[in-house]
C-alpha cells in the first residue's frame, strides 16, 4: 500500500475496518472464528486455500458477517459468500467484466465495479488462474489503483 494513503478507520464497537468512518456498515459482530466453528475439514482447506492465495497480494484485511467473509486492501475486493464441506461460493471484483466459463455470475455491482462469482467444489480449482485474477482485483480494486489509471487518461 502506499505510504501516503490514509490509514483505515476501524469501528470502535465491531472492530470492522472501514476507509472513512462515515461509510455505513452493519455493525455486526461475527467473527471468523464463529465461521471457523462451523467448517468441517474439507471447508477449513477451501477457506485455507482461498485466504492463502489472498496473502499472496499483500497486507489485508479479513471482514467477517453474518452473511460473508470479505477481504480487503484500502476496500473490500473479495469475499466467501458460502461455505460448506461440498464446496465454497467466492467472488472478487474487478473494473470490467471477465469473460470464463468458470464463472456461474458476473455482474456490474455499481458503475465500473464487477462481481465475478465462482463455485468452487474441489480445491484443486483454486489454481494460478484464480490466483492471477484475485491479483489482479486485489491491485486494481482492493488498493485502488484502478482510479489512479482513470485520472492518468
Known amino acids: ?8 478507520w476501524t469501528c470502535p464497537k465491531c472492530g470492522v475496518k472501514l476507509i472513512t468512518r462515515k461509510l455505513a456498515h452493519s455493525c455486526g459482530l461475527a467473527t471468523l472464528a464463529d465461521w471457523k466453528k462451523r467448517m468441517g475439514p474439507r471447508a477449513r482447506r477451501f477457506y485455507a486455500r482461498f485466504e ?19 477481504f480487503l486492501a484500502r476496500v473490500r475486493f473479495a469475499g466467501i459468500q458460502s461455505i460448506s464441506e461440498s464446496g465454497m461460493k467466492c467472488s472478487f471484483a474487478m473494473p470490467k467484466p ?10 456490474e455491482v455499481a ?21 492471477g485474477w484475485l491479483a489482479q482485483s486485489y491491485r486494481l480494486m482492493g488498493l485502488q489503483e484502478r482510479l489512479a489509471n482513470a485520472k492518468k487518461r
Open 98 to 107: 471477465l469473460k470464463s466459463s468458470r464463472f456461474i455470475k458476473v455482474e
Open 111 to 131: 458503475p465500473g465495479w464487477w462481481g465475478h462469482w465462482l463455485r468452487v467444489t474441489d480445491v484443486a480449482q483454486l489454481d494460478e488462474q484464480v490466483a
Open 1 to 8: 500500500m502506499s505510504s501516503s494513503a490514509k490509514p483505515l
Open 52 to 70: 492463502e492465495m489472498i496473502a499472496s497480494c499483500g497486507e489485508y484485511h479479513i471482514s467477517p458477517a453474518k452473511t460473508r467473509i470479505a
